[in-house]
């Protein structure tokens, strides 16, 4: 029977024949989704006009509309009719007797109805004092009677709407957001409610009443498909319950999924949380919008009248290259080639977590439309985006999520399909597993100055459960799925040892420390055995607080921490030997000794800038040996003298180059040739735009090292004319003492958020705490820095235990300042 037969069965037989008309509609399965929607709908509108024409005979100036759900034509099963009753005030009693013989009908079937009557100028005064009825009047329809009057009401109530729309949608945001705070996030909860829950059908209306506003628009691409979709799953789930619910409960999934004709239920909540997951960012992207519309009509006024009428230019300001800050978000810059540049959206996702500022819309989708693959494995400056990204804290969760609704994320690391928006069954859990990796991501950055390898932290806190979305032991596969992947990004094999390492073994620690016994030797020696090293039991330490505190909060306690701690203190006993001495110096090469005697013969700086070669075309992709290094080789030598350190680094800071590597030593000069020089022997990148000339570098650092260059006066200038934007406080920086490392020196080791300058103040802290620097070797891990700096007294020893204490607390307290 077709839609036409079951609406003329309806009009012929009355209510009854409604009845029977609408049951037949709903179990005969010949129409599902939105064709069976519109068709209940019109043959609700065809019923309800009978009503209305039989009981409003003679009468004039009244309608029947069709308002909320009902008005768009979204039927569900069990939905309730929201109806509106309009007349122009001139006989209340016939009104009164036509809403009974209406109403009634409607009442006696068992269906839910929200009804009211009212006049035009009534219906725009509730409009305007309750928002929710002006939302649920924007979708008005007609359904009988004068179409004059319900034309007249939803021209008025679409002006007042857009009239209002200043002060009327941030009431709505703050609605929005309140139902999201009590009814959680949909793309993420094992029992959701479809239309409360954010992301749900409830935000995807209050999308289209900001469209209505004329102020602003959601992305629309996804979104009409993402609200079918959770449409059609609350058909099913009324039709399987018999109820007029809205909350997807586990016992109820199976069959919701079997009504659907998908795999299992599963299938069912992965498809939900996907469509969850288009209106909620959609809705993130909306509302900013909104926002930046709303501050620019405030802020345009005052900005003519002191511009004297024209219109303001947007201020950009620099990020990284291609990258800049504008009006709040993050854009390209005007120069940018993404087609050119396939670092680009990593290098521009990286900034704007660093700044805490969301990527503009337009500059994702430029980016998806235009960029091209990265390379196998992937360049330095790529791998250190990603950890950059990786270890920015929170801002990186919102930034993640717009790369992935442009699909970024997987051209990137394809593997991460198969978790994406993947539920997890498990009351322990609060995440789906993608979600729950970018959580371990953010609070592994927490802890990143707890270990000496930050980078291999966030890369396998990023992976730890990769594989999850294959068959058997998640952590079996995720093994041999991290290997690739970390190949790939371009880590070294003895990197991708560790990372699959990590990954393999991620729940070993808290499940031997709370399921079996600590005092058995044999316990402790498997633990070490499976981990191998020192370092790697230190990041697994690290990774396994991650993983417990981003499941949920019934994951992790003081004392399962305790118990962890203990495990790792003991096994560390077991993997405990001699304590690596400082690294041998490497003979110097030809140049190295060139640039030192002519150093010598001149009696200032020399240097040289070598930049980085490309890789050839044709080569294969393998794990690399030696992985490319990033940025130009920076070589320096200068006669031995105090503050070589400081002067250098700020001077490069000056010039907004980063330090990405550093090597500072004395060098042994040839014989015949008197004098002592030190070597320093840096990689550096460009934080936008090109390098400097040598021949300026060199002449800066003249001036620093004879005291006529303000270093760091112009430092501060800077940064109060700039200031650099953070998305969160950083960890705190760590600075810690190692006696043992070296018999030759004292080692200090300072882990710290990279920032300009940071090497400076470092250099210039250790030169007032009046010590010599015997050799330095910085690293930059991301936005991490791990520096170890060998120092000596006067007299060419280690310091005494109470002097590398103090020297080390002072260049704590100054980098926390």
């Known amino acids: 029977m077709t839609s036409t037969d079951v609406r003329k069965e309806a009009e012929d037989s009355g209510p009854s024949g409604y009845a029977a008309a609408r049951l037949r509609l709903l179990t005969e399965g010949a129409q599902s989704g939105p064709p ?191 609200r079918r979709r959770l449409l059609d799953v609350r058909d099913a789930l009324h039709l399987t319950t018999g109820r007029a619910t809205d909350r997807l409960a586990l016992q109820e999934q199976d069959q919701v999924a079997a009504e659907l004709g998908l795999l299992d239920a599963d299938t069912l909540l992965r498809q939900v949380y996907e469509a969850a997951r288009v209106i909620s960012y959609a809705s993130d992207v909306t509302w900013r919008e909104v926002g930046r519309v709303l501050r620019s009509r405030a802020v345009r006024p005052r900005l003519r009248a002191m511009l004297g009428g024209g219109k303001p230019v947007a201020d950009r300001s620099p990020l990284a290259e291609g990258v800049v800050e504008q009006d709040g978000e993050v854009v390209l810059a005007r120069a940018a080639r993404p087609e050119r540049d396939p670092v680009l959206p990593l290098r521009a996702a990286a900034a704007a977590a660093q700044a805490g500022l969301p990527l503009s819309l337009h500059a994702v989708r430029r980016m998806a439309a235009t960029v091209r693959p990265l390379p196998t494995p992937w360049p330095a400056e790529a791998r250190e985006q990603l950890v950059t990204l990786l270890g920015s804290g929170q801002p990186t969760i919102d930034v993640w999520e717009a790369l992935e609704a442009e699909g970024l994320i997987t051209r990137l690391l394809p593997d991460w399909e198969r978790v994406r928006c993947r539920p997890q069954r498990n009351a322990v859990h609060v995440w789906t597993v993608d979600r729950h990796l970018i959580e371990t991501a953010v609070r592994a950055s927490e802890f990143t100055r707890r270990v000496s390898r930050p980078d291999l932290l966030l890369v396998a806190a990023l992976l730890h459960d990769i594989g999850k979305g294959w068959p058997g032991d998640h952590s079996v596969a995720g093994e041999i799925i991290a290997k690739d992947v970390a190949a790939r990004i371009g880590f070294d094999r003895a990197d991708v040892t560790v990372l699959s390492t990590l990954v393999r073994h991620h ?139 400081p002067a250098v680094a700020g001077v490069l800071a000056m010039h907004r180059l980063t330090v990405r590597t550093a090597e500072l030593r004395a060098l042994d000069l040839p014989d015949g040739v008197e004098g002592s020089v030190l070597l320093l022997n840096w990689r550096v990148a460009a934080q936008y735009g090109s390098l400097p000339q040598a021949a300026r570098l060199r002449a800066d650092l003249v001036r620093a090292l004879d005291g006529s260059l303000d270093i760091a006066g112009r430092l501060a200038e800077r940064d109060a004319a700039y200031p650099r934007r953070r998305g969160v406080v950083a960890p705190p920086a760590r600075v810690t003492v190692h006696p043992a490392a070296s018999r030759l020196a004292t080692v200090i080791e300072v882990r710290a958020q990279d920032a300009p300058g940071l090497l400076f103040r470092i250099g210039r802290a250790l030169e007032d705490a009046g010590v010599r620097m015997r050799s330095a070797h910085v690293s930059t891990l991301g936005s991490n820095a791990v520096d170890a700096f060998y120092v000596t007294n006067a007299e060419g020893l280690p310091l005494p235990g109470d002097e590398a204490a103090s020297a080390a607390r002072e260049l704590e307290e100054t980098l926390r300042a």
Do not use: M
């Open 36 to 226: 069976r929607r519109t068709a209940l709908s019109e043959l609700t509108d065809d019923w309800l006009s009978g009503l209305f024409g039989a009981g409003a005979e003679g009468l004039r100036g009244v309608s029947l509309i069709a308002v909320g759900g009902y008005g768009r034509g979204e039927l569900s099963p069990r939905s309730d009719l929201d109806l509106l009753l309009l007349h122009d005030g001139s006989d209340s009693d016939a009104i009164a007797t036509l809403a009974d013989r209406i109403w009634y009908p409607v009442w006696d079937l068992g269906l839910a109805l929200d009804h009211s009557v009212r006049t035009p100028a009534e219906a725009r005064k509730t409009a305007g004092e309750d928002l929710k009825v002006q939302l649920g009047l924007l979708d008005a329809r007609h359904l009988a009677g004068d179409l004059g009057l319900t034309a007249g009401l939803r021209t008025a109530v679409l002006a007042d709407w857009r009239n209002q729309a200043p002060k009327r949608l941030p009431e709505l945001q703050e609605l929005c957001a309140e139902r999201a705070e009590r009814q959680g996030e949909l793309q993420y909860l094992l029992e959701p409610d479809l239309k409360e829950a954010r992301g749900g059908l409830r935000d995807a209306t209050a999308l289209r009443a900001v469209a209505a506003s004329w102020l602003a628009d959601a992305p629309r691409e996804g979104l009409d498909d993402a």
């Open 507 to 645: 729940l070993l620690l808290i499940e031997t420390a709370t399921r079996r016994d600590l005092e058995d030797p044999a316990t402790v020696r498997s633990v070490a055995e499976a981990v191998g090293t020192q370092s790697t039991l230190e990041l697994l330490h690290a990774l396994t607080e991650a993983d417990a505190l981003a499941t949920g909060p019934a994951a992790w306690s003081s004392w399962r921490g305790s118990l962890v701690a203990d495990l790792v203190k003991r096994a560390s006993a077991v993997l405990a030997g001699d304590a690596p001495d400082e690294p041998e110096d490497a003979a110097p090469t030809a140049e190295q000794e060139r640039l030192a005697i002519e150093s010598i013969a001149t009696g200032g700086p020399v240097l040289a800038l070598r930049a980085q070669t490309e890789p050839p075309a044709d080569q294969e992709p393998s794990v690399a040996e030696d992985p490319e290094p990033l940025g130009v080789e920076l070589l320096i030598a200068v006669p031995d003298q105090s503050g070589v350190l």
